[in-house]
């Protein structure tokens, strides 16, 4: 759970996330999350996503990076990344689990990754 250049691994960036329920919503979930190009949705501890008022909406099942299958329970948030507010699917992960934001958060926000520098950089405009 890596950023990935052409199937090898670079390094590992973290950066702060905030998460609610929705934009009425009084609960948030903030933490540091492992930015994971390798993952489409995003994923945090499913009790901190409860406290924080996240609903369960749908289940789905993903593969893993060993290959293997497992199904999650997904809810549907608002996202707060480098300043700017997107929104997208959280995965319901085990407690304890890293926090991990995927790429399709990324992308919606207009975020993209530097894997020579291995930081994270605003595009100047959002792709159509």
Same mark, same amino acid.
């Given at each position: 759970?890596? !950023?990935? *250049?052409?199937? *090898? ?7 702060? !996330?905030?998460?609610?329920?929705? *934009?009425?919503?009084?609960?948030? $979930?903030? #933490? ?5 190009? &390798? #993952? ?11 406290? #924080? &008022? ?10 893993? #990076?060993?290959?293997? $299958?497992?199904? $999650? ?56």
């Amino acid at each position: 759970m890596v !950023v990935r *250049r052409r199937g *090898r691994r670079v390094g590992v960036i973290h950066i702060p !996330v905030s998460l609610k329920a929705s *934009r009425q919503s009084p609960g948030r $979930y903030e #933490a540091i999350f492992m930015v994971d190009t &390798g #993952a489409m949705d995003s994923m945090a501890p499913s009790s901190d996503l409860e406290t #924080a &008022g996240v609903e369960r909406i749908g289940r789905e099942t993903y593969e893993l #990076a060993d290959g293997s $299958y497992r199904e $999650y329970d997904f809810g549907l948030v608002q996202i707060e990344l480098m300043g700017t507010i997107t929104a997208g699917r959280v995965l319901f992960g085990p407690d304890g689990t890293e926090p991990l934001l995927g790429v399709t958060a990324l992308e919606s926000a207009g975020v993209t990754i530097d894997p020579t520098r291995q930081t994270l950089r605003k595009l100047p405009a959002i792709r159509l």
